[in-house]
Nanobody, 125 residues
Framework: QVQLVESGGGLVHTGGSLKLSCAAS????????MAWFRQAPEKEREFVAV???????SYADSVKGRFTISKDNAKNTVYLQMNSLKPEDTAVYYC???????????????????WGQGTQVTVSS
C-alpha cells in the first residue's frame, strides 16, 4: 500500500523560508515521479513543482527561482525548499505520485493517483 506523508509546514513571515518533506512508502521510490501541489481556500488545486524519476525538475512560473524540489532515494523522501515566501503562497501543500512508474507526471493533478494528507503553510504579511 502506497503512503505519502508530508511534514514541515507552519507559519512564517513574508520573506521567510520553510522546507517541506514527503516520506513515501510501499513501493520502489526511485522509479516514480513525485510532485508538489497546493490548494488555497476556495481555489483549485494547482501545480507547484515536479521531479520525475529521471531527476529533471519543473516548476510553476509563480514559484520559479524561489522554490526547489529535490529527492533522496535512499530515504524515500521528496523535499520542497521554499524561500522568499509571499502571502500568496499560503495554502495546504500536498505531495503526489502517479501509480505508473517511469512516466513524467506533468502539471495535471488528475494524472496523480496517490496523495498525502497535506501540510498547511501560512505566510503572514
Amino acid at each position: 500500500q502506497v503512503q505519502l506523508v508530508e511534514s514541515g509546514g507552519g507559519l512564517v513571515h513574508t520573506g521567510g523560508s520553510l522546507k517541506l518533506s514527503c516520506a513515501a512508502s510501499g513501493r520502489t521510490f526511485r522509479a516514480y515521479t513525485m510532485a508538489w501541489f497546493r490548494q488555497a481556500p476556495e481555489k483549485e488545486r494547482e501545480f507547484v513543482a515536479v521531479i520525475p524519476w529521471s531527476g529533471d525538475t519543473s516548476y510553476a512560473d509563480s514559484v520559479k527561482g524561489r522554490f526547489t524540489i529535490s529527492k533522496d532515494n535512499a530515504k524515500n523522501t521528496v523535499y520542497l525548499q521554499m524561500n522568499s515566501l509571499k502571502p500568496e503562497d499560503t495554502a495546504v501543500y500536498y505531495c503526489a505520485s502517479p501509480k505508473t512508474a517511469y512516466i513524467q507526471g506533468g502539471i495535471d493533478p488528475s494524472r496523480y493517483n496517490y496523495w498525502g494528507q497535506g501540510t498547511q503553510v501560512t505566510v503572514s504579511s
